[in-house]
């Protein structure tokens, strides 16, 4: 009997071993705006104040450091829902750009880095460009949908969808 078992982890252990971890995914999501990029940065900039932009969070407030700094902090509140926590990697002004992580949050994704950059566009438009990078937290062969790459995937589509979408109607 413990020959079978010492048998069977043998042949058990090196497929666990080769289990895949969860891909890195990535979402890039772009808008053309038409209005001047002066004024879509000064609407999208600063990193307290993505609440007054997005219309799926209700709440955006710094804990920590200094607004538009390196290693601010901010809690978000989704609306209607949970809050969690992201950090300002960097802010530049010139370029119009910020990278941001999140520290802690419910949501069933982890890694998660992004850029959010304004630049002139074609035949004076400005895009607006959301990207992330992301893994799900659920590392089973089998998540389920919602918890899935799809699934995850689709949800940061959304979130950056329904910015971009409140950016060009407030601006334009």
């Known amino acids: 009997m413990m020959r079978q078992i010492a048998i069977a982890t043998a042949l058990i252990l ?7 971890a969860p891909k890195t995914l990535t979402v890039t999501k772009t808008i053309d705006v038409k209005a001047d990029v002066k004024k879509v940065w000064e609407a999208t ?13 209700s709440k955006d ?20 829902g949970p809050s969690f926590t992201e950090e300002l990697l960097s802010f530049n002004e010139v370029a119009h750009t910020y990278t941001y992580r999140i520290v802690e949050s419910p949501l069933p994704i982890t890694g998660y880095k992004s850029m959010f ?3 002139p566009g ?18 089973s062969a089998n998540p389920p949908e919602a918890e899935s ?18 950016v060009k109607k407030m601006v334009e």
């Open 45 to 57: 900039k600063d990193f307290d104040s993505l609440n007054k932009w997005h219309p799926g969070f």
């Open 14 to 20: 090196p497929t666990l071993a080769l289990a895949e």
């Open 149 to 166: 790459d799809a699934g995850v995937t689709k949800l940061i589509e959304g979130v950056y969808d329904g910015g971009l979408a409140n």
């Open 122 to 139: 074609k035949n004076g438009m400005t895009t607006v460009t959301w990207t992330g990078k992301f893994q799900r937290k659920n590392t």
């Open 117 to 119: 950059s304004v630049k």
């Open 61 to 80: 407030v710094i804990v920590k450091g200094s607004n538009n700094k390196p290693h601010a902090v901010r809690e978000l509140t989704i609306k209607d």
